[in-house]
C-alpha cells in the first residue's frame, strides 16, 4: 500500500486535476485489468468536494453519510451503551441485589450526575422517553441512596429487549466501506469520499474537532487504505489540520505549484516548509516516545501493523515531490526552483533537504484543461502530450522517487527531466488549435 497525498496552499491551483490525472495515469501504469483493488482516489475536501461530480460517478454514500453514521455510532450507541450498564446496577441496588457501597454503582451514579446528554435522542430509541425521564430527576436524586426513587421510572426499561435493541443497533451504526467505494469501470479505479458539503453542516464542523470522533474517522479512512495498492489523496486547501494524524500514514506527498501565480507559488513554498516542520516534530516526539493523543493512536495501530523498526525507516523516508503546474516556459521552472532553494537556505535547511525534494513532473498551461473545467477534468487520454507529462508523474510514483531529480541537482537536469518524453510538439499544438476552436 502506498498513499500519495495532493497537498496546495490554496483553491484553484490544480490540485484536484493532478490528483484525478495522477490517479489515472497510476492505472495506466499498472494496468489495472479487472482488479478493482489497486487504485483509489480519496476527496479529503471536506468543506467542498467535487471528484464524484466531475467524474460524474456518484457512490452510493458519501462522507456526509459517513459523519452521519460514525456520529449515530459515536453518540447514540455509545450513549445507549453507557445508559444500559447504568441501569443496571441502579436496577440491582433497588432490588436489594448490591449494596450502596458497590464500586460499580457508585462509578454509575457518578457518570449519571455528570454525563453529557446535549446529543442524546430520545425519539428514535423504544425507551427514550423513560431514560430522558431519568435524566431529567437528576436534579433532585442527590446522593446515591435516593437513586430508589427511580424505581417506577427504570421499571419501564425492559433491559432483555433494550439489549437486543442496542445489538441490532450497533450491527447497522458500523459503517461498510463497500457502500462508500464506488469503482468506476471506464476509468478503472475506485473513487471515495464527496459529494455534499460535510462540515457546511453545524453539527459536522463540530464533530471535526473532537477526537473520539475524529479518530473513528480516521480508522476508517485507514481502513480504506489497506484495501487499496495506491491511494491518492486530493487534499483540500491549506492542507489538513484537523486530520494532523492522517498525515502519519502517507508516504508521499506531492506539493503543486501554480507557476502562473507569485503569490501561489510562495504558498507552496510555505506549505513545503510547514511539512517538513511537522515531520520533523513527529520524529523527534516518536523517538523520545512523546506522541500524544491521535497521533499515538494512529503509530500504535501502524506499529501493530508493520512493526517498529520498520516504522521508524517509514517516517524518516517520507517523500517530498513537487508538481508544476500552468507552466508556460522554462523561465518559470528556473524562478521557482531558485524560490524555493532560496527559501530552504534562508531556514538553514537546503543541505538536509535538496536531495530529500524530488522534482515530480510538469503540467503546461494548457486550453484542454480549461475547456473540460466544468464537468470532466479528466483530460488524461485526452490529450497525447498531456498523458505523457502524467505518465511521467506516474513512473516517478512507481520508482518511489528514485528516477526524479531532486532539488540538489541542476536547473538544466530538471528541465531535461521534465521534458522526458516523445515530444509531440506538432501533436500539442494542434490539439490546442482544436481546444480552442472548440472554445
Ligand atoms: N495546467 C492547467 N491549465 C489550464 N487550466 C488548469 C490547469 N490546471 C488546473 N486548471 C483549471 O483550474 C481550475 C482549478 O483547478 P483545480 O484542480 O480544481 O484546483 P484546486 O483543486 O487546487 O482547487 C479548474 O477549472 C482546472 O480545470
Ligand atoms: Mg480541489
Redesign the pocket.
Known amino acids: 500500500m502506498s498513499i500519495i497525498s495532493v497537498v496546495?496552499p490554496?483553491?484553484?491551483?490544480?490540485?484536484?486535476?493532478?490528483?484525478i490525472n495522477t490517479t489515472a495515469a497510476l492505472t495506466r501504469a499498472l494496468g489495472s485489468g479487472k482488479n478493482t483493488n489497486r487504485i483509489c482516489l480519496v476527496d479529503l475536501?471536506l468543506r467542498l468536494p467535487?471528484i464524484t461530480s466531475l467524474l460524474d460517478s456518484h457512490p452510493a454514500k458519501t462522507f456526509y453519510d459517513l459523519f452521519e453514521c460514525l456520529d449515530n455510532k459515536v453518540y447514540q450507541v455509545d450513549f445507549l451503551r453507557t445508559v444500559y450498564q447504568m441501569v443496571t446496577w441502579f436496577e440491582s441496588y433497588i432490588d436489594g441485589d448490591i449494596s450502596a457501597s458497590h464500586d460499580k454503582l457508585i462509578d454509575a451514579f457518578h457518570h449519571y450526575k455528570a454525563m453529557n446528554t446535549e446529543l442524546f435522542m430520545s425519539s428514535g430509541f423504544k425507551f427514550g422517553n423513560a431514560i430522558e425521564e431519568m435524566l431529567i430527576q437528576r436534579s433532585e436524586i442527590k446522593s446515591l441512596s435516593q437513586i430508589k426513587a427511580l424505581r417506577s421510572t427504570i421499571r419501564k426499561i425492559d433491559l432483555k429487549e433494550y439489549r437486543r435493541l442496542l445489538e441490532e443497533m450497533d450491527k447497522t451504526a458500523r459503517p461498510v466501506m463497500a457502500e462508500y467505494i464506488n469503482y468506476i469501470e471506464e476509468y478503472g479505479f475506485s473513487i471515495i469520499g464527496g459529494e455534499v458539503p460535510i462540515l457546511g453542516k453545524r453539527g459536522h464542523r463540530k464533530r471535526i474537532n473532537e477526537p473520539e470522533f475524529l479518530l473513528r474517522f480516521l480508522e476508517f479512512l485507514d481502513g480504506v487504505f489497506q484495501k487499496f495498492e495506491y491511494v491518492i489523496v486530493?487534499t483540500p486547501?491549506g492542507g489538513v489540520n484537523h486530520l494532523s494524524s492522517l498525515m502519519n500514514v502517507i508516504d508521499q506527498v506531492l506539493f503543486?505549484f501554480d507557476l502562473s501565480n507569485t503569490i501561489a507559488i510562495n504558498g507552496s513554498i510555505d506549505a513545503l516548509h510547514s511539512f517538513i516542520d511537522y515531520y520533523e516534530e513527529f520524529q523527534a516526539d516518536y523517538a523520545k516516545g512523546q506522541l500524544m493523543g491521535l497521533d499515538r493512536a494512529h503509530v500504535n495501530r501502524l506499529i501493530a501493523q508493520k512493526g517498529k523498526g520498520d516504522l521508524y525507516q517509514f517516517i524518516k523516508n517520507k517523500k517530498l515531490g513537487i508538481v508544476f503546474?500552468?507552466?508556460q516556459n522554462n523561465q518559470e521552472i528556473e524562478n521557482a526552483l531558485k524560490m524555493i532553494r532560496d527559501y530552504l537556505t534562508t531556514l538553514d535547511k537546503f543541505h538536509q533537504y535538496k536531495s530529500r525534494i524530488h522534482i515530480v513532473g510538469l503540467?503546461?498551461?494548457?486550453?484542454v484543461?480549461?475547456i473540460?473545467?466544468?464537468r470532466k477534468?479528466m483530460f488524461y487520454n485526452m490529450d497525447i502530450a498531456l498523458s505523457e507529462r502524467m505518465d511521467l508523474v506516474a513512473k516517478g510514483i512507481l520508482s518511489d522517487n528514485t528516477i526524479c531529480p531532486t532539488l540538489a541537482d541542476n536547473d538544466k537536469t530538471i528541465i531535461r527531466y521534465l521534458s522526458k518524453f516523445k515530444k509531440p510538439q506538432l501533436l500539442d499544438r494542434l490539439t490546442n488549435k482544436v481546444a480552442s476552436n472548440a472554445n
Request: hydrophobic letters at 20%; one cysteine or more; aromatic letters at 0%.
Open positions: 496546495g490554496k483553491g484553484g491551483i490544480g490540485k484536484t486535476t493532478i490528483s475536501d467535487t486530493d486547501a503543486v503546474n500552468r507552466c503540467v503546461p498551461q494548457h486550453k484543461i480549461n473540460t473545467n466544468n477534468s
